[in-house]
């Protein structure tokens, strides 16, 4: 059990990017610890893994095939939530190669994922927490992940500056949403 000491039960968690790696195991963790939770991914192959996990320990877990990038498709799955206590925004990626070399289109794809899609993700999950009755009284928590992969040192600025960048965003939003009782996290992975 990963969080042995941390319950959620009859909690409410969505995972974005939960199909490998990081998102994968907050899901699962989530699930040790309590939470009912809705996995996000491009794979179904891997979100029926996850959820299969998630089933064997006796919690609920339902899952969306989708592009995080793609706002309509995400507006769908919000649509149908009802409940949400957690959110972890952990989709992401990196373009690992010198500035000179970056592409434009690369860059528009790491920002419209890192900043565009985790910004409407947890506008859209904000909204889905606040109108929780009692939501003064029991809060909600939003926790994005971002990575620290730029600080390699084989990895040249621009990642940095769109690491950077990325958790200003995030920051911002913390301050903003904590007037609304909901706890925001923001965790750099290694």
């Not at 200003?168 to 925001?184: D, E, R, T």
Request: hydrophobic share 45%; with cysteine.
């Amino acid at each position: 059990m990963f969080l042995k000491n941390f319950n959620v039960k009859n909690k409410t968690a969505l995972v974005t990017g939960s199909g490998k790696g990081i998102g994968k195991a907050c899901a699962i963790a989530l699930a040790e610890a309590g939470a009912n939770v809705i996995i996000l991914s491009r794979t179904e192959k891997d979100l029926l893994i996850v959820q299969n996990k998630i089933k064997k320990l006796k919690k609920k877990c339902s899952y969306y095939v989708c592009d995080v990038t793609n706002l309509k498709e995400i507006k769908k799955i919000f649509f149908e939530i009802n409940k949400l206590d957690i959110l972890v925004n952990n989709a992401g990626t990196n373009r690992p190669e010198y500035f000179t070399k970056i592409k434009r289109k690369d860059m528009s794809e790491v920002v419209d994922l890192n900043i565009k899609a985790s910004f409407d993700i947890a506008q859209l999950a904000t909204k889905v927490m606040l109108k929780s009755k009692n939501r003064k009284k029991i809060g909600g928590s939003i926790i994005n992940i971002s990575s620290q992969f730029s600080l390699k040192e084989w990895l040249l600025i621009w990642l940095n500056i769109t690491l950077e960048l990325t958790l200003f965003v995030l920051h911002l939003w913390k301050h903003q949403w904590s007037k609304n009782f909901l706890k925001i996290k923001v965790l750099k992975n290694l």
